[in-house]
């Protein structure tokens, strides 16, 4: 998509830019994936006594379901054997964040970046911000009517023409997701383009004139 300057209508979690990037998760990333997760972190990280963290009775591991099986997966080496305390409760809460977000699809996540350093090198892609790459593959995520009409290009009809009032109200009643149908069936792309100064674009809407023999 990037290579030839099209969007996806495909859009990753912060997390997955960061892996692709090889940046640093946080906990707020966390945030975007799974708000309860978050939470309870967040009141790990407010103990402030040791009696609060020994009251968790929390080891350095957590569990999933692989295979329908339950299984207990360790945050660190050693996790199993390492009780979370006051003094490493940070260091417990950055690797959980680490697990969840990257860890447990890491081999997926791996696929994905390799794919993409085959295309473009590592070095050009430290360039970029999770952001800035998150716009190149999918453009913007919000679709502002206003944007839209001045991308718009008339043929045959003028902004006083009552197809084009119609047309501009019903995209004005139109969620977010209906204005993504929009584009993609007008344009090919659910989003506006990042870069518009370089990929210029516009939406052409040409008044059919028939010819003889056509009905009108």
């Known amino acids: 998509a990037i290579c030839d300057g099209h969007q996806t209508s495909v ?27 978050y939470m309870c972190l967040v009141d790990i990280l407010k103990s402030e006594s040791e009696e609060e963290v020994n009251h968790l009775a929390m080891t350095f591991t957590t569990s999933r379901v692989h295979f329908d099986c339950l299984e207990t997966v360790e945050l660190v080496k050693g996790g199993s054997d390492k009780a979370v305390t006051l003094a490493n409760k940070e260091e417990f809460v950055h690797s959980f964040c680490r ?49 839209l009409r001045m991308k718009t290009e008339l043929v045959g009809y003028t902004w006083d023409s009552q197809e084009i009032a119609w047309l501009f109200e019903v995209l004005e009643s139109f969620s977010q997701e209906q204005r993504r149908l929009f584009l993609q069936f007008t344009t090919g792309s659910p989003s506006f383009p990042c870069g518009e100064e370089q990929t210029p674009w516009k939406l052409k809407i040409m008044k059919s004139t028939p010819t003889a023999g056509e009905l009108n």
């Open 11 to 37: 859009r990753f979690t912060p997390s997955v830019y960061k892996y692709i990037l090889q940046k640093k998760v946080v906990l707020d990333d966390l945030r975007v994936e799974d708000i309860n997760m």
């Open 99 to 147: 697990w969840y977000l990257i860890g447990c699809v890491g081999e997926q996540l791996e696929s994905i970046r390799k794919g993409f350093n085959f295309l473009i090198s590592s070095s050009v892609m430290e360039m970029f911000s999770p952001h800035e790459l998150e716009l190149m593959l999918s453009g913007w995520s919000t679709i502002d009517v206003a944007t």
